[in-house]
């Protein structure tokens, strides 16, 4: 345990600043696994890019805080991105090429 005043005061800070990473860590994780869900049972793909968009939106605020690096960040919403793409195809996109 910390023994001066200002050693105490940053172990003060230090666990206030951990619960509000912790949280918003949390946030950010259970946000990505609700937006895949959503991409995986949309109908439409305007539903999928709202999930999408709740996604970036926690992902850039969590990088903005200094919770998450932006690489970590910019990574998960691509593979979103990935997943709502390979549902939305377009039909002729998805048909094998016929050989000539």
């Known amino acids: 345990m910390a023994n001066h005043k ?22 950010t994780k259970t946000e990505a696994k609700k937006s895949i869900a959503a991409i995986t049972g949309a109908a439409t793909r305007a ?12 992902l850039q605020k969590a990088v ?22 390979a549902k939305f195809k377009p039909e002729a996109a998805k048909a094998p090429r016929a050989s000539k």
């Open 6 to 27: 200002s050693a105490i005061k940053r172990a003060r800070q230090n666990d206030k600043r951990r619960a509000r990473n912790t949280g918003l860590r949390a946030k």
């Open 47 to 58: 539903d999928a890019l709202k999930a999408l968009t709740a996604a970036d939106r926690t």
């Open 64 to 85: 903005s805080k200094g919770v998450l690096p932006k690489a970590r960040a910019s990574r998960k919403l691509s593979r979103i991105a990935a997943a709502l793409n």
